[in-house]
């Protein structure tokens, strides 16, 4: 059985998700957001729940959107609501405070 707050989150996740690729799809073709997003598309996954390191020590539940194609990841933060680059450690993702829209946070490495 799913969990119904595992959904509604998924759920969430995509809403944002869907907005913001729909708004990089009628951006001008020259733009930063239509020459990332194929890239981004492409390393899309599912929602998945992660634990994400941040300063402090504190560990919390986060959403991992983009496949671990490197050293980089993004996340969804849901206390937040918003999207975080993580970089990958031997502890685990690891929050590096560059936080926004998923396809700025993406862009900014890639």
């Given at each position: 059985?799913?969990?119904?707050?595992?959904?509604?989150?998924?759920?969430?996740?995509?809403?944002?998700?869907?907005?913001?690729?729909?708004?990089?799809?009628?951006?001008?073709?020259?733009?930063?957001q239509s020459r990332t997003l194929g890239d981004f598309l492409a390393d899309l996954q599912e929602p998945k729940k992660v634990g994400v390191n941040f300063s402090g020590g504190a560990?919390?539940?986060?959403?991992?959107?983009?496949?671990?194609?490197?050293?980089?990841?993004?996340?969804?933060?849901?206390?937040?609501?918003?999207?975080?680059?993580?970089?990958?450690?031997?502890?685990?993702?690891?929050?590096?405070?560059?936080?926004?829209?998923?396809?700025?946070?993406?862009?900014?490495?890639?």
């Amino acid at each position: 059985m799913v969990d119904g707050g595992v959904v509604a989150m998924t759920e969430r996740i995509r809403d944002r998700l869907d907005a913001e690729i729909a708004d990089a799809r009628r951006a001008a073709p020259d733009s930063w957001q239509s020459r990332t997003l194929g890239d981004f598309l492409a390393d899309l996954q599912e929602p998945k729940k992660v634990g994400v390191n941040f300063s402090g020590g504190a560990v919390l539940d986060c959403w991992m959107v983009t496949r671990d194609t490197g050293p980089y990841s993004v996340v969804y933060l849901p206390d937040r609501d918003v999207f975080s680059l993580a970089v990958a450690s031997v502890f685990g993702p690891v929050d590096i405070s560059v936080h926004g829209p998923a396809l700025s946070c993406y862009g900014s490495v890639y």
